[in-house]
């Protein structure tokens, strides 16, 4: 059975960083494609970014560029984004989630509909 657990949400002011953690289990961590995805109120899911770990391809929504980082611990199953410069426009509930899948392009990898694994949730929330 496929698991992803979230942690490291939590409240931080504008400029600060966070680190988000997924711990992955019950499936081949090597193989998948990662991705965060985060939900503001109101708002539809997005992707935020997004990793092949058979490859190294990488995806980050514009939003994301230059302030997160995406990575992996493929001994630990674990899948890790480090957030720099919150804006309070990052306030979200955050996501992970993991499938396997191949697509052509890197900003795919933050598609969806591709993925069936996801986790709880863990909330950001950045104050001005």
């Known amino acids: 059975e496929v698991q992803l657990v979230e942690s490291g949400g939590g409240l931080v002011q504008s400029g600060g960083s966070l680190r988000l953690s997924c711990a992955a289990s019950?499936?081949?961590?090597?193989?998948?494609?990662i991705g965060w995805f985060r939900q503001a109120p109101g708002k539809e899911r997005e992707g935020v970014s997004c990793?092949?770990?058979?490859?190294?391809?990488?995806f980050y929504a514009d939003s994301a560029k230059g302030r997160f980082t995406i990575s992996t611990d493929n001994a630990k199953s674990t899948m890790y984004l480090q957030m720099d410069a919150l804006k309070p426009d990052d306030t979200a509930v955050y996501y992970c989630?993991?499938?396997?899948?191949?697509?052509?392009?890197?900003?795919?990898?933050?598609?969806?509909?591709?993925?069936?694994?996801w986790g709880q949730g863990t909330q950001v929330t950045v104050s001005s």
């Open positions: 990793r092949s770990n058979s490859d190294g391809r990488t």
């Open positions: 989630a993991a499938d396997r899948f191949l697509v052509s392009t890197n900003d795919r990898l933050c598609d969806e509909f591709f993925y069936q694994s």
């Open positions: 019950g499936f081949a961590f090597d193989d998948y494609v």
